[in-house]
């Protein structure tokens, strides 16, 4: 069976008599990353976890956040929410996508304010159940916040009080949101303490310096000292787009092509994402606002 077959069902009132057949995927399934300089697979888990992807322009930044994105949107279990100040960048995923913010930071933190509504919901439900972390039985689903060029919302448009609003709340999701599968991914070219603040550059799990001018901005997004140690994307070919150093916590870095998706790829993806959450996404109205209401 291929992903476009469709799977018959019993006739039954108000509801499609074919629904397609998905990927399989879960974000509870390690997301393919690329490959290391062996030529070995790399997979990356993603569930209770954050990625910070930062870079020159033309590293492969925005290319290494799609992928990810597009792992997510063939998970039945995610939502996407997206922001993406050009618009471009992640705008290919629009149809795919729960939330999608442009250039409008008013609109960017109305939605991190619900989606911290729901990660405090969340905790309730936890609470309430003797439970430290959701898992992949329960009924609502992960949610994906990522975000292409964070510099946009937290140092170029709106103000000086909208901008650290934005940042507290980023910060707040990332430090809290990862028990109750809430995944940030976050991309900027210098992830200096003018454009995230170092509280919240510092909390993110895994972290990917893609080519970088100097030492120092590598240093910025793998962690100060690195490249002391002889690890520095400074010394990647510019040429060489999609290679950086990816970094766990505690970890080594390690040296990995990204994966490249070109934008049929994504199209063709984001089409067929589209086509399967509109027939599968929480089943009937009742369940959807059953798990709305739980979420």
């Given amino acids: 069976m291929d992903l476009t077959d469709t799977i018959e069902l019993p006739s039954q009132p108000d509801a499609p008599q074919t629904v397609p057949v998905g990927a399989g995927l879960s974000i509870f399934d390690p997301v393919f990353l690329g490959i290391d300089e062996f030529g070995q697979p790399v997979y990356l888990p993603m569930i209770y976890r954050n990625i910070l992807i930062g870079g020159e322009p033309g590293a492969g930044k925005s290319s290494l956040l799609n992928t990810i994105v597009g792992h997510a949107a063939l998970c039945p279990d995610v939502r996407l929410c997206l922001l993406d100040g050009k618009q471009v960048e992640l705008g290919l995923w629009e149809d795919a996508c729960d939330v999608f913010v442009g250039p409008d930071i008013d609109h960017a ?12 919901n969340r905790y309730t439900f936890l609470k309430a159940r003797k439970r430290r972390k959701i898992g992949p039985n329960d009924l609502f689903g992960q949610i994906l916040v990522a975000c292409d060029e964070i510099a946009y919302f937290s140092a170029t448009a709106g103000d000086e009080k909208t901008q650290k609003l934005f940042a507290a709340l980023l910060r707040d999701i990332v430090a809290r949101g990862r028990a109750v599968g809430i995944i940030v991914a976050a991309a900027t070219q210098r992830p200096s303490s003018d454009i995230i603040p170092t509280s919240l550059r510092d909390i993110f799990a895994w972290r990917f310096a893609g080519r970088c001018t100097t030492d120092v901005s590598s240093d910025i997004v793998l962690g100060h000292g690195w490249a002391a ?3 520095s994307s400074n010394t990647i070919d510019p040429n060489n787009q999609g290679a ?9 870095p390690a040296l990995v092509k990204a994966a490249y998706m070109t934008d049929a790829d994504i199209i063709r993806v984001a089409d067929y994402a589209a086509w399967t959450r509109r027939h599968t996404r929480l089943g009937t109205r009742d369940e959807r606002h059953a798990a709305r209401d739980a979420a």
């Fill in 109 to 120: 933190i109305r939605t991190l304010r619900r989606v911290q509504t729901v990660m405090d």
């Fill in 229 to 231: 140690r002889g690890f």
């Fill in 244 to 252: 950086g150093l990816l970094i766990a916590e505690g970890g080594i």
